[in-house]
């Protein structure tokens, strides 16, 4: 049992269990054309604590996006299982899943886009409310519609304004109000900051702290800028090409950076203060493609530690240290001569 931040990791403390979940999307197109498939996500299995803040990271093409869908049930996994409250969700249908959708909502990455743009915000606000029978007539709807308002740095005579009246950092704030109407146990955070200017992001981090602290929310944060992921987050998963490379606390992860591509993001962080930076690394070539990932280790056609093991065999996630698991020839290589010898 370990302990981040004031988190138990512990069975009784565990919220979310995700194993070998998997997610293809079939892309063939013809009568006669071979079956092609892109491998979203690939084989990620991680626990999720109450309370905590699961950071998840990796540039566009990775699969964090559709992992975030798929562990709300957005979309349904190819294979693998979710298990929430000891249940596999993607196994629930209908009715029976209604209770369980309320714990377990998502913030998108365009505010605007997620925005009905002919609903008032305040209406906006409500369904979800109405939808679930949680309030009672309109009066106490709109009462506590103004309330959400006012909790995520709004006023609420803006109830009764249109989407396009506000600027995106406030829009972003609606989709959050939205979001947490329900009080959900679980908030999927997809790459909630990246859209807006640096200042907002700013405030909207800050947003999502307060209201971690006043109702205990459990986040997975997913995003492409390792400092803003390393803000909030209090473990942080690495992801490349649908695998998990690397996960660890965010002190340890920054601490020991273990696996290449997790070094090269942490490289890639502006340092503003006057101690030495450690040289950046920049990485030759684009992405693989997922329709076609590398047979061996899907980092080594760009890896600058790469050997020729690396190109033909493909590595397990492996426990390192404690808490801190990373997908990497040179670590298995070391830890089977721990073991031996």
Known sequence: MTEVKGIIENEENKILEVKNLTKYFDVSSGIFSKKSYVHAVEDVSFDLYKGETLGVVGESGSGKSTLGRVLIKLLKPTSGEVLYKDRDISKIRGKEFKPIRRELQM?????????????????????????????????????????????????????????????????????????????????VCDEAVSALDVS??????????????????????????????????????????????????????????????TEALVSAIPEPTIRKKTNRIILNGDIPSPLNPPSGCRFATRCFKASERCKTSHPELIEVEPGHFVRCHHYDVRKEEKING
């Open 107 to 187: 913030v998108f990455q365009d505010p605007y886009a997620s925005l009905n743009p002919r609903f008032k915000i305040g209406n906006t606000i409500a369904e979800p409310l109405l939808a679930n029978k949680v309030s009672g007539d309109a009066k106490s709807v709109r009462k506590t519609v103004e309330e959400l308002l006012e909790l995520v740095g709004l006023k609420k005579e803006m109830y009764d304004r249109y989407p396009h009246e506000f600027s995106g950092g406030q829009r972003q704030r609606i989709s959050i109000a939205r979001a947490i109407a329900l009080k959900p146990k679980i908030l």
């Open 200 to 261: 907002v992001q700013a405030q909207i981090l800050n947003l999502f702290n307060e209201l971690k602290k006043k109702f205990n929310f459990t986040y997975i944060f997913i995003g492409h800028d390792l400092s803003v992921v390393k803000y909030l987050s209090d473990r942080i998963l690495v992801m490349y090409l649908g695998e998990v490379v690397e996960l660890a606390t965010t002190e340890s992860l920054f601490e020991k950076t273990l696996h290449p591509y």
